[in-house]
Structures are given as structure tokens and as C-alpha cells.
């Protein structure tokens, strides 16, 4: 479906109805642990550095750090807040298990949804956590910022089916069957062989259901994606992917996927990672605006919306700290489980995003979704209800 030649809103209204719309970025891993860089982020990045610390081993001092500062702190708070308000996002959902070794994955999500509940308690007056629709459209109601907690991977459930119960008490609403290579429940998009859902994943795919969790496939092979969605008993998403069809990224879904997401109800969240939306340097807006209509054409205008998948500059999701380039990103001979190989996967330097380097750059998308001809009802839907029914659908 073409788009209408003419926008539908100049820049500066398209600006007012992101102020008041529902903005919900269904993927921004570290909402609470790297969407800015406090003074005392950048105190610790520079004793970390001196004692030969890689930015592996910096991560989680500094996730522990912000969390501390935003207690204690009123210039921290302000810096955190600020940065949610210039973005005018409602919801975001973030990241508090990826990738990561199976033997500290465990401990390593509890301690991130620890942080995150601290830093909202240190906030109630202006964030709160999500666990069922009504929380969503309160935010909204009263101008809070919320997140979502969801898992980009299950290794933290280990082979204890009953973590799953334990985390969704401590709030957990979304989880990710697969990262990028395979765990116990199947194979991820970038791994040797692209395999489905093992016998463990199809009973994970049920627990899930039974706990009211949403079922994500972005990083899951392909046949992951299919056999979940047999399995479930609850729709299927996809909170942050592309299309393979506008760009052939191993991360990006195939049209046939997209497509019966959004038969079950389901919906697809476009990503804003240069190297993801196009094949080589140079990604715009343009670019992210080619997926978004033409998944819209695929699904339809009731199951797109936007998971940024993007915190920082450059090539990756990244985020705002500043480490200093004598900074390994992590021990020589380490094995990387992110299963990004750097060249095949354009994760390169010379791949950024023109209009979109941090949280707070979020308008720029809807200006660009009504330069694309997208109605106001439409970008709405785009920017946030079109979650917001999916969520309420599976979470209540």
C-alpha cells in the first residue's frame, strides 16, 4: 500500500501528538542501566579503566552505580527523568536478562530487576512498573514514565520451570524465547543450525502462557517463531525485528512470519539498529520508514509498532556511556554469546543512524511517520496502542 505523496502533519504538530500520545518502545535493553551517563557513571568508568577493567566487567558496576545515584542523588534523578521527557516516551520495555553465561545468568537478571525497582521506588512520583494493561494506560493518564521487564533470553530460568513463576512476581512480562544462538528452548537467528523448539521450549511456551507472559521471537530462528506459535495458546510477538524482504538481515523476519504473527493476533516491533534496516552505511530515517509501511502492508496497521532495539550512538544498540577506547570490550579469548559475528552482521563503525542516537531523539520517528503520509489514528496505533492491545490481550 503507497503511502499518501503529501505528510499528513507538519514536523511541528507531528511533535504535539507525540506529546500526547501513548508511546511505547516495545525494546530498550538498558532503560535503567545506560540511557545516560551520570557523574558518578563517569567516576567509576575511570577507576574501572585504570585498574584494566574491560567494559564487560564495567557493566554491571555501572548498572549498580546509576541505581545508587538515583537514590541518593538529585542531580542523578534529574539527569534520568530528563532524558525520559525529552524522548516522550510512555512505556519502555528494557532488557534485564540477554545474553550471558548460563552459570551467572540467574543471579545477573535478579540483580538488574532489583536495580530497576529501586530506581522506580526512588521515582514512584514519576515512573512505575507495568504489570498489567491498566498500569500502561495510568502512566499515560498521569504523565509517568513506566517499563515493562522482559527477558531476551531464557537461560536465566535455567531448567527450573518454577523461575518462572518466581519471576513473573517480580514482575517480568515479556520473555524472549531465544537470543542470538541456541539454549535449552531452541536455536536463535544466528546460530550454525536453524532448528525449532525443543521439547523443553514447547512446555517453556506453555508455562509462559499459564503466566500470562507474552511470547517474543525476535532473536529466535525462524522455526522457533512457527512452532511457537502452534504451541501458544496466547498470541506471538515480535517486539523488535525487521523486515528481510526491505533488507536481508539474520535478525529480520521473512514476510510469511510477519504475516501469521499478526493472523494470531500478534504484533511486530521495527527496529532502529542501522546495520539491521539497511545493507550497507547510511541508514535514515528513510530507511526505518521503508519497513514500518511495508510491514504495515504485510500485518496491517493494527499489529506495527517500534521496538528501538537503540540507547547510544553507532552501530549497535549501545547505550550513553563513554568508555575510553583503551577499554577492551571484553577478556582476550572470551567467548562472545551475543552471537553478533561484526562484519556479517554490519555491527561495523562507518553503520549509524542518521535522527536516532539516543532515547531522546524518539520524536524524530513520528515526524517521520507523518512525513511518510501516516495519519494521526495511524501513528497513534504505531506509536503505542497497537502494544498496549496486544499486552492487555495476554497480560491482562
Keep these: 500500500m503507497a503511502r499518501r505523496s503529501t505528510t499528513s502533519l507538519t514536523p511541528d504538530e507531528a511533535r504535539e501528538l507525540h506529546k500526547q500520545a501513548l508511546v511505547i518502545d516495545t525494546q530498550q535493553p538498558p532503560i535503567t542501566s545506560g540511557i545516560v551517563f551520570t557523574p ?3 567516576k567509576a568508568v575511570e577507576e574501572l579503566a585504570k585498574q584494566g577493567r574491560t567494559r564487560a566487567e564495567a557493566a554491571p558496576v555501572l548498572e549498580n552505580t546509576l541505581a545508587r545515584e538515583i537514590q541518593t542523588s538529585e542531580e542523578a534523578r534529574k539527569i534520568y527523568i530528563d532524558m525520559w521527557d525529552r524522548s516522550g516516551v ?11 553465561r548460563i552459570a551467572t545468568a540467574f543471579e545477573n537478571a535478579v540483580r538488574k530487576i532489583a536495580n530497576a525497582q529501586a530506581i522506580v521506588s526512588a521515582l514512584d512520583d514519576r515512573m512505575l512498573i507495568a504489570r498489567e494493561a491498566a498500569d500502561i494506560e495510568r502512566a499515560h493518564a498521569e504523565q509517568k514514565h513506566g517499563l515493562v521487564i522482559d527477558f531476551q533470553n531464557t537461560i536465566a530460568f535455567g531448567d527450573d520451570f518454577d523461575r518462572v513463576d518466581l519471576f513473573q512476581g517480580l514482575g517480568l512480562r515479556m520473555v524472549q524465547l531465544t537470543y542470538n544462538l541456541q539454549n535449552l528452548v531452541g536455536d536463535g537467528c544466528t546460530e550454525t543450525y536453524q532448528g525449532g523448539l525443543t521439547y523443553f521450549g514447547r512446555e517453556l511456551v506453555r508455562r509462559l502462557n ?22 501458544s ?7 523488535h525485528s525487521s523486515s ?36 550497507r552505511p547510511g541508514t535514515s530515517m528513510a530507511d526505518l520508514m521503508a519497513h514500518i509501511e511495508h510491514l504495515v502492508d504485510v500485518c496491517g496497521i493494527d499489529h506495527v509498532g517500534i521496538g528501538t532495539d537503540k540507547a547510544g550512538p553507532g552501530p549497535r544498540t549501545s547505550s550513553m556511556v563513554e568508555y575510553p577506547d583503551s577499554m577492551a570490550a571484553s577478556l582476550p579469548g572470551e567467548f562472545n554469546f551475543s552471537g553478533f559475528r561484526i562484519q556479517e552482521h554490519r555491527q561495523t563503525p562507518e553503520y549509524n543512524m542518521e535522527g536516532f542516537e539516543q532515547l531522546g531523539d524518539w ?34
Design 40 to 42: 558518578g557513571m563517569r
Design 90 to 100: 510512555t512505556i519502555a520495555c528494557g532488557t534485564y536478562s540477554g545474553f550471558d
Design 210 to 231: 499459564e503466566a500470562k507472559i507474552l511470547v517474543d521471537v525476535s532473536h529466535c530462528a525462524e522455526q522457533v517463531g512457527w512452532d511457537a506459535m502452534d504451541i
Design 233 to 239: 495458546s496466547a498470541p506471538v510477538i515480535v517486539s
Design 244 to 279: 528481510k524482504a526491505v533488507a536481508y538481515h539474520d535478525r529480520g523476519k521473512t514476510d510469511e512470519l510477519a504475516k501469521a504473527v499478526a493472523e494470531q493476533g500478534g504484533y511486530f516491533g521495527v527496529v532502529v539498529v542501522p546495520g539491521f534496516i539497511r545493507d
Design 363 to 396: 520524536p524524530n520517528i513520528t515526524v517521520a511517520l507523518a512525513g511518510a503520509g501516516f495519519n494521526e489514528e495511524e501513528i497513534r496505533k504505531l506509536l503505542g496502542v497497537n502494544y498496549l492491545r496486544v499486552f492487555r490481550d495476554v497480560v491482562g
